[in-house]
């Protein structure tokens, strides 16, 4: 028995925070020092923090870089600590993890297959290290190796797949085996999307597996530089085998998660392997060593366990509450805002944003405590005589319900049944006057009243302008941050004012589909959170049909009528946008399950989406940073790219009635 403690160390790092990251840092090496921690793997470029994006091209970054580093390894003393930071060699950046053991530097591993998909850009700035080769690297005017090398400490061979490395077919770990490493060090940068962790589990599992390991996985937490947040994802696993777990969507800078490993175990499974072949002059030819005395401990109790909600039956739910209140949180202090500000219509859309605004605070408090939970947004006058989370919520959220001539009681009991239920300051604000002055003002300019028969988008539109002026100024008023309330689907076809109900300083629902809301909110209503609890506040939003609520009364207006049912709308989008099928293709998978729909309505809907996606590439241009939680994003900045101008599918369109005509004749 060959007993090694090793752990894998999540943080909540900052793109450029230097201080912050190298608190972080060093605290994880202090905590693990105490659990008798001899092997520490961080998470993917922790000293700059990873979403730097185009400042990694700044000298001044590799240089401080460097400094914090060297800032840093004294800390190491008595253990073995990998840590990332971009490394500038022979003309290229190359994003490397270094180890360090024992307070000294050993050698740079480079990433060999960098992430340039959806949100990831890393060939913008960052070179792919080639296999197999391992070169000399000048670091603080002294010589280490630098590239696809392990390292040998004491009997110890470590290797490295660094985040990206593992989700490729031909990963660097089946080459680090035939190297006779013992334990491989994944620090990853893995932004959260639904169903990823599940992923991550599976490549961390097979590794250790297939290769006859240790492995040890470490994420970042948190949001770390606006869009993506990262769910702190922490594993340890050895020969198959998960040998500990770490807690996602912490609120703590940094969790430390530890276990112990066998290494006579996993060597015994790779002898024991028919198809094991072993590459001695590799291993010694690109093989940096040091002598490292490992103490001796004695077995300890090892049972991994998950929080209870991870194997329950809401997991999307769950992880949407705890990932975007998580984004949110990060993104009110380090942003240095004093709250949140959100126009609430007793609609779907705002009634989310403002649970989840105020989800933070219960789930905050319940991990950190309420005094811990606090001292995190120290810089709020006033927030820290707050002695229980209702009274913080309130201070931190503040909502207003808008009201115009079309507005209805229903939605005004609404919006005040949710804003009474999370705790939130909740304000009326007239505003049809405003509405009239301008419709007045405009009507006497042209020589002309303004009609809804005549002039129905106009009309609505300055309903929903005229709310921003007064949220923002709220939101002035308070040194808070205006939260916009727009979902994807309506982005994708444009159901939105620009500068009405997209104004704000964040979005954090627009990555996210209506269908998926509406669905979360009667879980909310019924269910809720693990320990959090339901509100049943919500019944007054799910009763109801969405609406804009911008036309009169006696219109009956809804969002579906205007645009079609949603869940077709958000099938349309995954068919049209994500899987970048054609009008005639979109209606022929459709029609396999189109349940109560005609042909006549699928034909009328997709032609309707097509065009309004075109015409409204500009609207999802000017939309305010939004979360990334899943593989479907609208983003042009982060993930779906389209032109602001464009033929608008119009042969294909046509392709679209001449299909549907021609089934039509044939059945």
């Not at 603080?140 to 490395?165: S, V, W």
């Not at 933070?360 to 309420?370: A, D, K, T, W, Y």
């Amino acid at each position: 028995m060959r007993l090694i403690k090793v752990a894998a160390a999540v943080l909540n790092q900052t793109a450029l925070a230097w201080d912050d990251n190298k608190r972080h840092i060093v605290h994880a090496i202090r905590a693990a020092r105490e659990r008798k921690v001899s092997v520490l793997c961080l998470p993917e470029l922790c000293i700059t923090g990873y979403g730097c994006e185009d400042a990694f091209q700044s000298p001044g970054v590799q240089r401080m870089a460097q400094q914090v580093l060297q800032e840093i390894l004294p800390e190491t003393r008595g253990m073995i600590v990998s840590l990332g930071l971009p490394l500038l060699h022979g003309g290229g950046l190359f994003n490397t993890a270094c180890l360090a053991v024992d307070g000294q530097l050993l050698g740079f591993v480079a990433k060999q297959n960098l992430a340039n998909e959806g949100i990831h850009y890393e060939p913008r700035w960052f070179r792919p290290w080639p296999k197999g080769v391992c070169l000399e690297t000048v670091f603080a005017g002294r010589r280490y190796p630098l590239g696809d090398l392990i390292f040998k400490c004491g009997d110890l061979a470590i290797g490295f797949e660094i985040c990206e490395d593992a989700w490729v077919s031909d990963r660097p770990g089946a080459d680090l085996a035939r190297r006779n490493v013992d334990l491989i060090l994944n620090p990853s940068a893995s932004h959260f999307a639904f169903n990823k962790h599940q992923i991550r589990r599976r490549f961390v599992l097979e590794g250790s597996r297939a290769f006859s390991v240790s492995y040890v996985y470490a994420n970042l937490l948190g949001n770390e530089a606006g869009r993506a947040i990262y769910d702190g994802d922490a594993m340890i696993a050895s020969g198959g085998q998960l040998v500990a777990v770490g807690p996602r969507f912490s609120y703590a800078d940094f969790c430390v998660t530890a276990g112990m490993v066998d290494v006579d175990v996993t060597r015994m499974q790779r002898a024991r392997a028919g198809n094991y072949r072993v590459d001695l002059l590799a291993e010694r030819a690109a093989c940096a060593s040091v002598d490292f005395p490992f103490p001796a401990v004695s077995p300890e109790p090892q049972q991994p366990t998950p929080a209870a909600w991870e194997s329950g039956p809401f997991v999307k739910e769950e992880e949407f509450a705890r990932a975007v209140s998580l984004g949110l949180f990060d993104y009110l202090r380090k942003s240095r805002s004093r709250g949140f500000v959100v126009s609430l219509s007793g609609g779907v859309d705002s009634a989310t944003v403002t649970i989840l605004a105020a989800l933070l605070v219960q789930l905050g408090s319940r991990e950190l405590g309420l005094r811990g939970f606090l001292e995190k947004l120290d810089y709020i006058p006033g927030l820290s005589d707050a002695n229980e989370p209702r009274k913080v919520v309130r201070q931190l959220l503040s909502c207003a319900y808008q009201a115009t001539r079309n507005s209805s009681a229903t939605t005004w009991e609404a919006a005040r049944g949710v804003a009474d239920a999370v705790g939130a300051e909740c304000y009326r604000f007239e505003v049809d006057a405003l509405v009239q002055n301008y419709v007045g003002t405009v009507s006497q300019a042209i020589g002309r009243p303004l009609t809804w028969e005549q002039d129905d988008i106009a009309l609505q539109n300055i309903q929903a302008r005229v709310r921003a002026p007064s949220v923002w100024l709220l939101a002035n008023l308070r040194g808070a941050l205006l939260l916009s309330t727009s979902n994807r689907s309506e982005a994708a076809v444009g159901y939105a004012t620009m500068d009405g109900d997209t104004c704000g300083g964040l979005s954090p629902i627009a990555g996210i589909d209506k269908a998926f809301l509406r669905r979360w909110l009667v879980w909310m209503e019924q269910h809720g959170p693990d320990s959090c609890g339901p509100l049943p506040a919500l019944s007054k939003v799910n009763q109801q049909a969405p609406t804009a609520e911008l036309r009169p009364p006696s219109a009956g207006q809804t969002d579906e009528d205007d645009l079609m049912p949603y869940d077709v709308l958000d099938e349309i989008e995954r068919a049209a946008i994500r899987d970048k099928l054609t009008p005639v293709e979109v209606l022929q998978r459709i029609e396999a399950h189109r349940g109560p729909y005609t042909r006549e309505q699928l034909v009328l809907w997709i032609g309707r989406f097509f065009r309004l996606w075109c015409r409204n590439q500009w609207k999802r241009e000017r939309y305010a940073p939004s979360f990334h939680l899943d593989d479907e994003n609208l983003d042009p900045k982060t993930w779906c790219r389209f032109p602001i101008l464009s033929g608008g599918f119009e042969r294909e369109l046509a392709a679209l009635r001449a299909y549907a005509d021609q089934v039509s004749q044939e059945s």
